[in-house]
């Protein structure tokens, strides 16, 4: 099973951030004051808030907002619920965010947040109830131009509907209009932007089609494999449906199956939606953990949590390219692991950027207040990915490194800038 708790607790994803952090602040010789700065997170919100569940009882949860840095512009970063989400998570996915948004060339900070709960043992009202208490927790801690939360793993636009709703009510009447912006990723008919649901996916299969175009490699008849079917692995697969590219292996949960035949991935999805697992679908063959991880394929999409491919996982990848659609799916020895067999890796920060992005658009759009068309929304999201993909690509063969240090070093780049134009108080 690909999310096992010895898995996602094996590592710690902030010392990943770190070392990834250092590496490219080595490597491109960035200065000691900054880098110190940006060594800390800014600040850390944690709110212990009770709820009352449907059977009348009292529970307290947990919940987390880390603020990295805003140096750029207003913070920015999902909201997570799991059962693991603790403060390193959270410190960790707030920095990755910074460099993100930095990457993109964005005016927006670093931040995210999450609550410590497994959401498939509450109901749809107690879900609501939690997310209601824990935005009020928040308080002046998020804001349309402070901290704008976004959806995550296990949140979605009616969760940031009902953030949209609670804080609306808990300001002054005549700002209310004016503070839409407050959360990205809501529903369109609440100042949801079209093309969000699927914007992360679509980030990383443009970031695909510029590999693709750039090495001269033909994307019709490839074979890929994605970890995770929920938002991002699922609307991966369906994008890369007509470009001809043919899916052999999904893992989630639930478990793993493999077709070298390949897995219509709307059929695939219509059996989720009915069956609730991946097991089972018609046609494809149940394999374990180890053998997904070791599926021979051209590309792999790697769209569930982090620390998957790792030191023990690593050596078993057999593709030319990972495009990573997840959080810090790749940790530092398995980075070096990929790097040692030839394995193109497109890093976190710019394959998944697609979602921040499109949040920048609809924030955009709410400010502006303006509605633009799914075309328009696509073509502005690819112009910003091939974009970056050509700054990644100049810094990577001037500092003859990685793609992954490249990126980093970019958005570092970015941010020294500002800092030493503005210069540090007092």
């Not at 410590?116 to 927790?137: A, C, H, L």
């Not at 009510?169 to 959360?183: C, F, L, Y």
């Not at 699927?198 to 490699?217: H, M, P, Y």
Request: hydrophobic share 40%; glycine share 10%; net charge neutral.
């Amino acid at each position: 099973m690909v999310m096992k708790e010895s898995m996602t607790k094996k590592q710690n994803l902030y010392d990943n951030v770190l070392i990834q952090f250092n590496n490219a602040a080595e490597k491109m010789g960035l200065d000691p004051h900054i880098r110190k700065i940006l060594a800390k997170t800014t600040n850390e919100i944690i709110v212990n808030f009770p709820v009352k569940m449907d059977d009348g009882n009292v529970q307290v949860f947990t919940g987390y907002r880390v603020q990295h840095n805003n140096t750029l512009g207003p913070y920015k970063g999902g909201l997570r619920y799991h059962q693991n989400v603790d403060i390193n998570m959270i410190r960790a996915l707030a920095s990755w965010m910074t460099w993100k948004t930095a990457l993109a060339d964005i005016p927006f900070g670093g931040a995210k947040g999450g609550i410590q709960v497994d959401p498939t043992k509450y109901s749809q009202r107690e879900i609501e109830r939690i997310t209601r208490r824990f935005t009020y927790s928040l308080g002046s801690n998020i804001g349309p131009e402070y901290d704008i939360p976004a959806p995550d793993v296990n949140t979605n636009a009616q969760i940031m509907a009902w953030i949209l709703d609670t804080y609306l009510s808990g300001i002054h009447p005549q700002e209310r209009n004016r503070s839409v912006h407050v959360v990205t990723g809501k529903p369109v008919a609440s100042g949801g932007s079209q093309g969000r649901e699927k914007a992360t996916a679509q980030g990383v299969v443009f970031c695909i089609l510029e590999w693709a175009k750039r090495n001269k490699f033909d994307l019709n008849g490839a074979s890929y494999f994605v970890q995770g079917f929920g938002n991002v692995g699922s609307w991966a697969a369906r994008i890369m449906k007509p470009l001809g590219a043919k899916l052999v292996g999904v893992e989630d949960v639930s478990g793993a199956v493999y077709n070298p035949n390949g897995i219509d991935p709307d059929d695939l999805l219509e059996f989720m939606s009915k069956m609730g697992v991946l097991t089972g679908f018609p046609g494809s063959k149940k394999i374990d953990h180890t053998q997904f991880m070791s599926i021979k394929a051209d590309i792999f999409i790697p769209a569930a949590l982090g620390n998957q491919i790792t030191g023990e996982t690593a050596p078993g990848i057999d593709v030319k390219l990972v495009a990573e659609g997840a959080n810090g799916p790749t940790d530092p020895e398995g980075d070096i692991i990929l790097q040692e067999k030839g394995v193109e890796v497109i890093p976190d920060i710019f394959a998944n950027s697609g979602g921040v992005i499109v949040s920048y658009f609809e924030w955009l759009q709410n400010k502006r207040s303006e509605f633009w068309d799914l075309e328009d929304v696509d073509t502005k999201l690819r112009k910003k990915i091939v974009k970056t993909y050509k700054n990644i690509s100049d810094i990577r063969k001037q500092y003859n490194t990685d793609f992954r240090t490249a990126a980093n070093i970019v958005s570092l780049i970015r941010l020294e800038k500002v800092y030493k134009e503005r210069g540090i108080f007092p």
